[in-house]
């Protein structure tokens, strides 16, 4: 009898593990996480993350509407990963000041609490706690430019269309 409780603990434990319903979760190199919230922190200071089943997904422009920032990692540049296809909102300072304090090379991991909408970071036996943002009050993602848009894909040396050229 005390066997048949052990399977039953080992397959809901085997369950959790591809559950979809538990968040997300990921293993990531410092240095990889520092570079790309220093990217992406040099227009913003706060920002959508799309969790999707690939990888994580970025993508933002500054207020001045003058430079966007699109970047992707795929799930195999991060050491684990674990991703439901949700959208967190973060303050990049923050995070990056978490993320400042490993050392290079070291792994950090985060776990996404869905319910308490927080972010769970541990570095090295250290544990930190980032509330997040409502993704819903952060600025729209851009579009890509549409060739033929006046601020679309020109070759250099095209001229743009008189009625957009100063007058």
Do not use: W
């Amino acid at each position: 009898m005390a066997a048949q409780n052990e399977t039953a603990e080992d397959d809901s434990n085997d369950a959790n593990d591809t559950d979809p319903d538990i968040g997300v979760g990921m293993i990531i190199n410092a240095t990889t996480l520092q570079e790309t919230l220093d990217t992406v922190g040099a227009l913003v200071d706060e920002c959508k993350i799309h969790l999707d089943e690939d990888g994580i997904r970025i993508r933002t422009v500054d207020p001045a509407n003058v430079g966007m920032v699109d970047v992707t990692l795929d799930a195999s540049a991060l050491e684990h990963y674990n991703g439901n296809g949700g959208v967190i909102g973060v303050n990049l300072d923050r995070l990056n000041d978490i993320a400042g304090m490993a050392d290079s090379g070291q792994l950090i991991n985060m776990e996404l609490d869905e319910e308490t909408r927080k972010l769970h970071i541990k570095i090295d036996g250290l544990e930190y706690t980032l509330a997040l943002i409502d993704p819903d009050s952060i600025r729209q993602e851009p579009d890509y430019p549409r060739p033929g848009s006046p601020h679309g894909n020109r070759h250099r040396g095209e001229r743009a269309p008189a009625r957009y050229q100063g007058r």
